[in-house]
Structure formats: C-alpha cells, structure tokens
C-alpha cells in the first residue's frame, strides 16, 4: 500500500513503521494517524509479523497533532471529524507495539508513545503534554494514560504547566522503560523486538491483553481474565512444544498454533 507519510519495513518477524514529516517533526495530521492505523492493522493481520516498532527520527519523535489543521477549525467541525475514532483502534491492535523515540516526543506524540506496549528513549528525548498553552487539553489520552503511567501528582504538573520531562526522568517515572544514547536507541528497540518475536506469539498477544485489563478492570475481573487466559493457552501447540522442548533440553520451535 502506498503511503505518504509513514514509511513501513520487515525483517525477521519484526514490522517497522517509522513517522515521516521530518520538515514539521512529525507533526500528526489526520492522514498521517489514518495511514498509521492502517498499516498497524495491516500488521496485525500478516502471519509473518510477531511484535511491531513504532519509531520516527533522532529529532522527533512526533511534536504532537498538526496545530495548522487544528488552529481555523470550529470544535463543532473538529467533533464531526471523530478523529478520536482511529486512535481508539490502536488500542485493539493485538501484537506488542515497541516505541523507539527520541527528540520531541509532545501532545499527541507523548500520546501515540503510551499506546505503545514498551519504550526505548533516546537521552535527548522530551517528554510532554503542551497542550494547555495552546489554550487546550489532550484529547487522545493524555490526562487518563499519563496519570496511569506516572501517578496523579507528576502527571497533574506536568499537564498544568505543559513542560516536558527529559529521558531520564520519564524512565524514573516509568514512563518509558530504557534509556540509551541516541545512537542506540533504535537497534535496542530492535533487539528487544527480536526477543519478544522469538516467544510463542499466542502467548505474547494474551499476556499483552491481560496487562492491558489491570489497568481497565477491578483486580477480581482481572485475575479471571488471567486464569481464562491460562487455560486457553494450555490448549495451544507452542504449549506442548514448549514444555517437551524444556524437557528435551533443546530449544523450541513455536509456529503460534
Ligand atoms: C504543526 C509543527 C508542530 C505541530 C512543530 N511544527 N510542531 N507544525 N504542528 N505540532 C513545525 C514548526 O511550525 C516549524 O515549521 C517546524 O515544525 C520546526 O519547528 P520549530 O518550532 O521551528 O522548531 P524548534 O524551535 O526546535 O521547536 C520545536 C518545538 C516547537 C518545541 C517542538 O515546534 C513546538 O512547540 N511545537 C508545538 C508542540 C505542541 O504544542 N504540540 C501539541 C500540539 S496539540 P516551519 O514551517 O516554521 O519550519 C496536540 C493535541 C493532541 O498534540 C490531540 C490528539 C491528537
């Protein structure tokens, strides 16, 4: 499929998108996000893709939604445009999604990195949600996923004042879970993908589901889900070969059935 602007790699069960407005630092305009969730669907469908980096340059990441669509706009043109609609869909995608960022990783930047499962940061990488000086507030996320991830005081400073964090202190936050210099980060995303592609991918995408539900579901809800997922994933093949690999002291071969 061709895009405009988003670029799209595989290699080795890995799929790779990478933003691509490097003029305005990846600024998301609604095309950009359309294209992105597109092809994050494409992937999720290719038996041949097991885990996904989402990745953009060492200068930006994404400086956040395209101000120049957003600044003539009525809220009632911006409502009809439901362009919230396709971000939901990101949270449907069922393989781990790795962000590898680095630079202005800003608004709608910082919210498509916390749709992402795992978070390599470069050191120069900024961190924030700006959007109140603009007058506005996030719309993708920010206040819910960003309170989640770093907790109510630093996510409540940071939303309020609109200034970034750097790399460092987004990973003592939890916020993102590596940093490495910035010439390291993409190859540490890819080695990590590497890893995680090697695991049986059944049981990769109900552990990912799983986590996401502790965040959505009463601990109770949650520990059922859990258990449902067990029983289902003992009824898989990569079970049996895993565990008569184990025995066998060889290596297993998972093919996801
Ligand atoms: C449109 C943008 C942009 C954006 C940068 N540019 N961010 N264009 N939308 N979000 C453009 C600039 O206009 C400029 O274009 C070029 O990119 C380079 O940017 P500079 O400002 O010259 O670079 P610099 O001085 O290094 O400053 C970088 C920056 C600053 C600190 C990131 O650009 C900035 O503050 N950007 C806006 C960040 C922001 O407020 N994001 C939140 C958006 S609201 P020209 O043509 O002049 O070279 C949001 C809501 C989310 O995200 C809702 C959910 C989708």
Known sequence: MA?????????????IITLNRPKILNALNLQLV?????????????PDIRVIILTGNDKAFAAGADI??????????????????VWDRMSLISKPIIGAVSGFVLGGGC????????VIAS??????????????????GGTQRLTRAVGLRKAMEMLLTGEPISA???????????????????????????????????????????????????LGEGMDYER???????????RKEGMQAFLEKRKPRFTGN
């Open 3 to 15: 895009y405009e602007y988003i670029l799209t790699a595989s290699e080795d069960g890995i799929g």
């Open 34 to 46: 359309d294209e992105l969730v597109a092809e994050l669907e494409r992937m999720d469908r290719d």
């Open 68 to 85: 120049n669509e957003m600044a003539e706009a009525s809220a009632i043109e911006i409502m009809k445009r439901d362009q919230f609609a």
């Open 111 to 118: 919210e498509l990195m916390m749709n992402c499962d795992i």
């Open 123 to 140: 050191e120069t990488a900024v961190i924030g949600q700006p959007e109140i000086k603009l007058g506005v507030m996030p719309g993708a």
């Open 168 to 218: 460092k202190e987004a990973l003592r936050y939890g916020l993102v879970n590596r940093v490495v210099p910035v010439e390291a980060y993409f190859q540490e995303a890819r080695k990590l993908a590497k890893q995680i592609a090697a695991q049986p991918p059944l049981a990769v995408q109900v552990i990912k589901k799983a986590v996401h539900k502790a965040d959505d579901l009463p």
């Open 228 to 238: 449902n997922g067990f029983y289902l994933l003992l009824a898989s093949e990569d």
